[in-house]
């Protein structure tokens, strides 16, 4: 299992190492470990239940790892509050089901955070926040509620959310699985505008043309493990391990 | 990216409008069942009403002991002679809705169809009245033509709007409607025979066949006309007034106005202001500045450990201040105590508050309005006397089953809010805590409560340290209620999706601003409808404060005006009245969180 970063000048922003994580005393995540680098866009592929979306919230710890080390941008993930405040500001975090906030405005949505832990002057927010908004193609919604959106507008809100704090990492945990068919292109155009712009990406997802086309490395995981991983072109064309090759006759 | 746009299509067709008959015809005997049903339940409608109105017509009844004692139901103990008081308190409210109703500019529409409805059914009222009444042939066929009159107006304002083409009027200003509705009680103040009933110098004075007296009716009248003035005055002048300036004076003058209007109300004439000056004032201005002080300094954003460290130290030598008042150790202040927990607490938030200057200032000027307010409250709940006491507390009647009830809402809902949070937080000690009090309070009578505040209390106090009877009251019944309604704040916690705490957390909301910001909004919008149903019975249930002695309303109708010579043994008449004015708050209530909710509920389709 061969962690090789695609460019050695960059620096790395995630390193796991021999992640292990139990829900009682089921194991889901066992021995974990990749590093992901600096502008980097990582498909996490695999089947359901295969660990992927745990992997991806040990990251910014909404769940908490029990052994091995996750360093993300050279601080590491402990039970010290500090860092993992430091850490989430530093980590954009997209949600299956969105999760945007329904009783305020999505302006107030975007701003939220950079005013109250930025401590960004009200101003200078809703700009920014006006900027993201025009950004994601949804400029005129800013006044209204995110009941009144569409599911891929509420979704490239909450990219929005996230940017606003100008995070040097994107986690997206399978973005567009809550969406209806026609929604889902609006919402992967976003992403790839925001992979071309430079940003270090890990997307678990079941996109297929969005991995082949945008992910610079693809990593397959299966019951907690790392299977294989690999640029796109291997990994579609010439995958080498067993699991991989049959999951990828069950989807293609 | 392409956006899909919603292409109007014509308006909505507009839905026909059953006619009465077909209406009734659906609805009351559309079947067997429902034709059986309406009969019966209209039958016993019928006789119920039919009973109700023989009780209130009956010449057994003697309602002028009501009309006489009104005063004693309002506010018992007020002394006569210094009412003049409550009404300029009142007048300066009136003069206040006045000018806010035209800042605000209130664009308000009542529909012509919606009054015509009610004209329609106050004729309809009184048809039945007539009907069902047991009065004289002459004075029912009065009730009938005036019945009439109702339903044709009704009826012909209906018309007008439907039939009217160019619909010139379809609605008028709700503001307009409320005044007129008002100025129309104030003028039967002076035409219509209530009687003039009341007791002077201790002989009953009842007048039947001419207005109310002028002390009642000329107050009421100035008010109206107050009311009405300062809205039309400044409606005139609104287009050259800074509104932006005008509302924020005016929000200043709401915020006062408890104050004031409160001194107004209860001065006693006999108040000792040289303690107020050479104590209160400077005590309360140390905390303002020199908590102030402390609270900027803790507000600074590089601070960090410092500031957690100096908090938990305040709050330690809070508590510490109980502990040594409980053995006695050292003499302290009342207000000095409170002061310093509550600026534990507020040093224990300041980090959310590590920003600008202009954020760190705003802080410490609410430090400053909470002292105001919590000094003044514990001056004026703690004040053991005003006016001529005739009871064991100062206020008494309706005024205070209003006092009690609305100071143990705004003190019991921030309590019960935190005993919610401490309920369900991660940390053990906070949990156990809260569990422990909202279950034992819950397991326990309120009536135990009151006696325990008002009698046992005052033993375990400091030397030295007393607590008006009052104060016991509203303490008790806060504790108590704040343990209920920190179980209705809770089912409203439980309903946050898991979702929002987890995308507060990822995008780096610290654990208060996610409470803040994102879990209580939605939890308390949930909770509406439980915690108006649990205001609605604390302010039912203030009428056990009678069992600790104190009088409130319920308490003059059954036990005070019955034992009156001129009304012995008058008991249902107050009673239902009684009944009818507790209806009409808890009524209003009801209706109030109706329309907050649908307020609130935008934004969630």
Redesign the interface.
């Known amino acids: 299992m061969s962690t090789e970063t695609t460019n050695e000048n960059r620096s790395d922003m995630i390193v796991c190492e021999n992640v292990d994580k139990w829900f009682g005393d089921f194991q889901a995540l066992k021995g974990v470990s990749a590093t992901i680098a600096e502008q980097e866009v990582v498909v996490v592929l695999g089947p359901s239940g295969s660990g992927k979306s745990t992997w991806i919230r040990c990251i910014?710890r909404?769940e908490a790892h029990q052994q091995g080390t996750i360093i993300v941008d050279g601080v590491e993930l402990t039970n010290d509050l500090r860092n993992i405040?430091k850490i989430?500001?530093e980590?954009?975090?997209v949600?299956q089901?969105f999760?945007?906030?329904?009783?305020?405005?999505v302006l107030d949505n975007v701003t939220?955070?950079p005013k109250?832990?930025r401590?960004m002057?009200k101003a200078a927010a809703e700009k920014k926040a006006e900027e993201l908004l025009e950004m994601v193609?949804i400029p005129e919604q800013a006044a209204?509620?995110?009941?009144?959106l569409?599911g891929g507008q509420q979704q490239r809100v909450?990219i929005a959310?996230?940017l606003?704090?100008e995070p040097r990492i994107m986690l997206f945990d399978e973005p567009t699985s809550a969406l209806d068919p026609e929604m889902i292109k609006?919402v992967l155009?976003v992403m790839k505008d925001l992979a071309h712009g430079g940003m270090t990406m890990m997307v678990v997802t079941h996109e297929m043309g969005f991995a082949r086309e945008v992910a610079d490395r693809i990593i397959f995981m299966e019951s907690g493990e790392i299977v294989e991983s690999g640029t796109p072109e291997h990994f579609f064309t010439n995958p080498t391990e067993d699991r991989t090759k049959l999951f990828l006759s069950q989807i293609l | 990216m392409s956006e899909t746009t919603i292409v109007e299509t014509g308006k909505r067709p507009e839905v026909a409008s059953s006619s009465p008959g077909e209406w009734i015809r659906k609805n009351l005997f559309s079947n067997i069942p429902n034709t059986i049903l309406t009969i019966v339940f209209g039958v016993f409608a019928l006789y119920a009403i039919r009973g109700l109105l023989g009780f209130i017509l009956s010449g057994e009844r003697r309602w002028e002991a009501v009309a006489t004692n009104m005063r004693l139901l309002m506010a018992q103990g007020y002394p006569a002679n210094q009412f003049v008081r409550v009404w300029v308190a009142l007048g300066c409210l009136m003069v206040l809705t006045g000018l806010s109703l035209a800042i605000w500019n209130a664009k308000g529409q009542l529909p012509i169809k919606k009054i015509s409805n009610w004209t329609m059914n106050i004729g309809f009222g009184l048809m039945l009245f007539a009907v069902l009444a047991p009065i004289s042939p002459s004075s029912r066929l009065g009730w009938v033509i005036a019945g009439v009159l109702f339903l044709t107006f009704g009826f012909g304002l209906w018309m007008s709007t439907k039939n009217n083409q160019n619909r010139t009027l379809d609605s008028i200003p709700t503001v307009w409607f409320s005044f007129g509705f008002l100025g129309t009680l104030v003028l039967s103040l002076w035409i219509v025979p209530f009687g003039h009933y009341a007791f002077t110098n201790g002989e009953l004075v009842a007048e039947t066949g001419r207005t109310v007296a002028m002390s009642t009716k000329l107050p009421f009248t100035v008010m109206w006309v107050l009311l009405v003035c300062s809205y039309c005055v400044i409606i005139r002048v609104r287009d050259y007034l800074p509104t932006g300036q005008a509302k924020a004076l005016l929000v200043g003058l709401w915020f006062l106005s408890p104050f004031v209007l409160n001194w107004i109300v209860l001065r006693d004439p006999d108040f000792d202001y040289g303690h107020v000056i050479s104590t209160d004032v400077p005590v309360a201005a140390l905390f303002i500045f020199a908590g102030g002080g402390i609270l900027y300094l803790l507000t600074k954003p590089s601070l960090g450990e410092l500031g957690r460290l100096t908090a938990i130290a305040l709050l330690i030598f809070g508590v510490f201040n109980w502990v040594a008042a409980f053995f006695g150790w050292y003499p302290m202040l009342q207000k000095v105590r409170i002061s310093f927990v509550l600026l534990a607490l507020a040093a224990l938030i300041a980090p959310n508050f590590a920003a600008d200057r202009r954020t760190r200032l705003k802080f410490v000027t609410g430090w400053g309005v909470l002292i105001v307010i919590s000094h003044w409250l514990i001056t004026a709940v703690n004040s053991p006397s005003t006016l001529e006491l005739q009871g064991p507390t100062y206020l008494g009647g309706f005024s205070l089953t209003l006092f009690v009830a609305v100071l143990t809402l705004l003190l019991s809902f921030p309590l019960g809010v935190l005993l919610a949070l401490g309920r369900t937080s991660s940390m053990p000690i906070a949990r156990v805590l809260c569990t422990g009090y909202i279950e034992s309070i819950r397991g326990v009578p309120l009536i135990t409560i009151l006696f325990f505040f008002s009698n046992i209390l005052p033993l375990f106090l400091p030397q030295g340290m007393e607590i008006a009877e009052l104060a016991a009251i509203v303490t008790g019944y806060t504790l108590f209620s704040a343990a209920y309604l920190a179980e209705n704040v809770r089912g409203g916690l439980q309903s946050v999706m898991r979702g929002q705490y987890e995308a507060a957390d990822a995008i780096g909301l610290t654990t208060s601003q996610r409470t803040g910001f994102i879990v209580l909004p939605q939890a308390l919008r949930v909770s509406i409808p439980p915690l108006v149903g649990q205001a609605i019975g604390v302010f039912k249930e203030t009428s056990l404060v009678a069992i600790i002695g104190a009088y409130d309303i319920l308490r003059i109708a059954n036990n005070v005006v019955p034992a009156q010579t001129e009304f012995l043994g008058v008991k249902r008449e107050g009673l239902l009245l009684v009944s009818v004015i507790y209806f009409i708050v808890a009524f209003s209530m009801s209706k109030y969180s109706q329309r907050l909710e649908e307020r609130v509920g935008l934004g969630e389709r």
Do not use: C, T
């Open positions: 910014n909404l405040e989430r500001s980590v954009g975090m949600f089901q999760n945007l906030f329904p009783h305020i405005s939220l955070a109250w832990v401590k002057p193609g209204k509620y995110p009941g009144q569409s909450a959310r996230a606003a704090m609006e155009d």
